[in-house]
């Protein structure tokens, strides 16, 4: 097994995965499991497709690596990834928050067009 081929499936995954929402659990599962793997380039390749990915299931293993991990390298991609995942999870919660607001906006419109529509119907 060639080690670059392998780095390039390893970023591969992430990119597949990174195409659904929410990431699938078996790439998640695979590529979290991959972190504990002594090479430092598998390690990267596992950490830029997480990034790829941008799966919030993955801060929990994250999380575990940055508190044992003594390489400094990987120490700062992975406060790169973990930024990553949690600034892209607020932006989409605000999102939803923005969506939701929307919608109630909406109704609260309609009522108030149906109670107009009324009170002229009245007059």
């Known amino acids: 097994r060639p ?7 390893i970023r591969a995954l992430g ?6 929402d929410p990431a699938p659990d078996v790439i998640v599962d695979t590529l979290t499991a991959l972190l504990d793997e002594d090479r430092f380039r598998t390690r990267i ?10 799966s919030p299931q993955a801060l929990p293993a994250l999380e575990r690596l ?13 406060e790169d990834v973990i930024e990553t995942i949690r ?11 923005l969506r939701d607001d929307l919608q109630t906006l909406r109704e609260e419109n309609k009522k ?3 109670r107009l ?4 119907a009245r007059h």
């Open 112 to 114: 108030l067009m149906e």
């Open 45 to 54: 390749a596992v950490l830029d497709a997480l990034a790829s990915l941008n």
């Open 15 to 20: 990119k597949l995965g990174g195409d659904k």
């Open 117 to 120: 529509d009324r009170l002229e």
């Open 87 to 97: 600034s892209s999870r607020k932006q989409a919660d605000d999102m939803q928050q």
């Open 3 to 9: 080690p670059q081929a392998r780095y390039a499936a």
């Open 66 to 78: 940055r508190a044992r991990d003594v390489d400094g390298r990987i120490k700062r991609r992975l």
